[in-house]
């Protein structure tokens, strides 16, 4: 009899946008008249700008034209547009890229998620909490999570809390992990960390002989100017961390898909034998063996987006999200509510009311005020009591969302407590 991988029955139930999705269908369905507003993922609603429009027109022309067709391309993406993202993204930053330690993906979502693959299974992983759950499903999945304890907790991982109590500033791990997860600017917290508090894990990941895996997707929401867009601004990280981007958020890509990762080729692990192994062949190894590459269109309309043109059409939807967030912020705290996050990302993190849970909250804003946000408990144990809003929704629909708290009065009045 064949076996199921037996780490997969260890996962909860569903994924927790699945999660959120069937609620919320299941109330639209018993209440269809209710005018839902979602503000729950963060998905973005601003149509894709222009200048990648028609870069794509363009490429599908091209395909339709034996002289320019295209069948496979290199698995690790075009040069164009690694060439692109290199003069773009990171060299006014100081940031010296060879094409080879960049592989473009469609997805960070899937980079994220498959990176760990290349790590050993025994590897103790950390991650900051709460947390982008991609990263803990599917390190479950792998085997390398241990169990889940009847405190949300899985008991082989490390957890970095982050809360109101710390200013949502990881401390370092207490116990060494091998691996350890950052995403700044946070989702869901929507924080930042400033270059020292950043150089602090690069210095304790150099000296422990840990990787960070750092998550960037939200780098270019960035507003202040003391907080680092990618972990090479400072000193050291080559050696010990791979960073993750994406187009989804940065240039409405989420349905197109497209994002990529830096692997510099000084980062290494050790292998059975204690010999030191760099993770940038054996990244290519898995990408040239399980991937065929990003389509040629999609990243012809990536490399659109680092056009003049394409830059300024993506930075007013990004000003556009970031008034959202704006709103928001003063709605919620108009309402009586302690509001973080927001400043430098899309993401807005409030405490819940009245020591209430996160679903009851969940609950609470979708049955009174047909709002639909995501339980901080959602994202690990160290969110419960707190609740994400995205500033990805349309600004009708954020306004609209701030009306009905305005007029549902203080926070007390319609949570019913
Ligand atoms: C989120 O809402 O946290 C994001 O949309 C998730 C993602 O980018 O996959």
């Given at each position: 009899m064949v076996h199921v991988n037996d780490n997969y029955l260890k996962l909860p139930g569903s994924y927790l946008f699945s999660e959120i999705s069937r609620r919320v269908s299941a109330y639209q369905a018993a209440h269809p008249e209710a005018k839902l507003i979602r503000l729950g993922i963060g998905d973005v609603t601003q149509p894709l700008p222009p200048a990648v429009i028609r870069a794509l027109h363009e490429a599908v022309d091209e395909q339709a034209c034996a002289k320019t067709f295209k069948g496979y391309g290199p698995e690790q993406g075009y040069s164009f547009l690694i060439d692109a993202i290199r003069e773009h993204d990171f060299l006014p930053r100081g940031i010296e890229l060879s094409g080879d330690e960049i592989f473009i993906s469609d997805g960070a979502k899937c980079d994220v998620a498959n990176f760990q693959e290349i790590l050993g299974g025994d590897s103790v992983v950390a991650v900051t909490d709460p947390v982008y759950p991609v990263y803990v499903d599917s390190n479950v999945m792998a085997g390398r999570a241990g169990e889940l304890g009847p405190d949300g907790r899985w008991s082989r991982l490390v957890y970095l809390p982050c809360t109101a109590e710390n200013n949502f500033i990881p401390a370092l791990p207490e116990k060494r992990p091998d691996v350890l997860y950052l995403c700044f600017p946070n989702n869901p917290t929507g924080t930042t960390l400033k270059y020292d508090e950043l150089a602090r894990f690069v210095e304790y990941a150099r000296e422990k002989e840990c990787l960070i895996l750092f998550?960037?997707?939200?780098?270019?929401?960035?507003?202040?100017?003391?907080?680092?867009?990618?972990?090479?601004?400072?000193?050291?990280?080559r050696e010990v961390a791979v960073e993750f981007r994406s187009f989804s958020k940065t240039a409405g890509f989420t349905g197109l898909r497209c994002a990529f990762v830096v692997v510099p080729k000084e980062v290494r692990a050790r292998d059975a034998q204690n010999t030191l192994r760099a993770l940038n062949p054996l990244w290519n190894r898995r990408q040239t063996t399980k991937y065929n590459g990003c389509p040629y269109i999609v990243q012809k309309a990536a490399a659109a987006v680092y056009t003049k043109e394409g830059q300024a059409q993506i930075r007013a939807a990004i000003d556009g999200y970031m008034e959202n967030a704006a709103l928001i912020r003063t709605g919620l705290a108009e309402s009586g509510l302690q509001v973080y996050g927001g400043v430098n990302a899309p993401y807005i993190w409030l405490k819940t009311p009245g020591d209430m849970d996160s679903w009851t909250f969940f609950e609470s804003l979708l049955t009174r005020l047909g709002l639909v946000g995501t339980p901080g408990a959602g994202f690990g144990p160290s969110g419960e009591g707190y609740f994400r809003l995205t500033a990805f929704g349309g600004r009708e629909n954020t306004m609209e969302a701030m009306r009905r708290i305005r007029e549902a009065g203080h926070w007390s009045v319609w949570c019913g407590k």
């Open positions: 998550d960037a997707a939200y780098e270019a929401f960035i507003q202040e100017d003391d907080v680092p867009h990618s972990i090479y601004e400072i000193e050291g990280a």
